[in-house]
């Protein structure tokens, strides 16, 4: 076996790697340290505040809360329906400050301070009465959402031509097949230019 060169050790070698090593540790967390932004983390449950169809509401829940959850299970607004947790049923559409989004992938903490619009509040308006007088529903699963996304469809686009209308529709789902009814619902509110 050879013997070390003079002047440089095994033991020599450890501690100068230890050195080398802890101060390299040091320079990556003065790096890591300097390139975060911090963010409020929020740990357990928590109170939020939101306006759900023009009413002030504050509500405990976790991080982890659905918008969904928090409209069904404490505020009992159980239009909106949970069939997909992955919203692709657009069962689930309520307005958060006028824009359509998906409850069952929004959580609550999320839209803190924000504006809340359900189908209940949409109920007496020229919607409803629109897929009442067209027979746009059978088992009605699906109405909530669609009344919703039509809001803030029209809203956008008062004067919608049919083919926008099913454009503009297409990320709700019905699985009665209802699709040709409240196609002429939406048409008959666009000629009464009736907005709910
Ligand atoms: S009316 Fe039954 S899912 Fe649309």
Known sequence: MSQPTKGFSRRAFLRGSGVAAAASSVTSTQSASAAIVPVPIIAG???????VNGQKKTVTVEP???????????????????????????????????????????????????SISTCEGLKDGDIPKA???????????????????????LNQHPDATEEQI????????????????????????VKGNQNG
């Open 131 to 153: 897929f009442v007088s067209n027979d746009a529903q059978q088992c009605g699963f699906c109405t909530p959402g669609f009344v919703v996304a039509v809001k803030a469809f």
């Open 45 to 51: 449950e928590t109170q939020v505040s939101l306006t």
């Open 64 to 114: 982890r809360t659905t918008l969904l959850d928090t409209l069904r299970y404490q505020l009992n607004l159980t239009g909106a329906k949970p069939v997909s947790s992955d919203g692709s049923s657009g069962a689930s559409t309520v307005l958060v400050d006028g824009k359509p989004v998906m409850a069952s992938t929004t959580l609550t903490v999320a839209v803190s301070g924000k």
């Open 166 to 189: 099913r454009a503009g529709l297409n990320g709700n789902i019905c699985r009665c097949g209802t699709y040709a009814n409240v196609l002429q619902a939406v048409i008959a509110l």
